[in-house]
C-alpha cells in the first residue's frame, strides 16, 4: 500500500493505525467513516429536528407549520424535502422519526432524501464547514430546480 494514512487520535486511531499495516484501503476507509460516526453521534453540534425545520422555514419564508402541512404547491413542497434531507444529513435521525416530525411516513421521507441526493453532495462541496443550517437552506433552495429539475 503506497502512501501515508492520517489515523485520528485515541484509542480508535490506535486501531487505524495497526489496521494500516496489513488492511485493504477499504477497510480503512470503512474503519474511518465508522469512526467519523462514532464522533458524529457524541457531536454537541448536532442541531435537532426542530431547529433544522425553524431554520428552513425562516429561510423559505413560510411557516413550521406548513412543513408539516398536507400542503403540495412548490412554494411548501420544496422547502419541505430541502428540510427532511438536512434532517438526515445533520442528524442521526432515522427516516421514521425524520417522517414523524413532518407528519409523513417514512417513504416520503425516504423518497425526499433519494430525490434530493445530488442537491445535498452540491451543497456538502461548497458550504464552509461552519455554515449554519440556514445557509445550507439557502444555497439548496437556490439551486433546487438547476440540479433536482422541476416538480
Known sequence: MSGTIEAPGGRLGSII?????WASPDLINLSHAIIEMVERRGSA?????????????????????????????????????????????????????????????????????????????FAGKTVPPDASIGDWARLMLANYERIVGAD
Open 45 to 121: 453540534k448536532q442541531p435537532s429536528l426542530k431547529q433544522i425545520k425553524e431554520a428552513v422555514a425562516a429561510v423559505a419564508g413560510v411557516s413550521i407549520e406548513e412543513l408539516s402541512s398536507e400542503r403540495r404547491d412548490r412554494d411548501v413542497k420544496r422547502p419541505r424535502k430541502v428540510a427532511i434531507a438536512l434532517c438526515k444529513h445533520l442528524t442521526l435521525a432515522g427516516y421514521r422519526r425524520i417522517g414523524k416530525a413532518f407528519e409523513r411516513d417514512l417513504t416520503a421521507a425516504q423518497r425526499a432524501c433519494r430525490q434530493l441526493e445530488p442537491l445535498i453532495a
Open 17 to 21: 493505525s495497526e489496521l494500516a499495516q
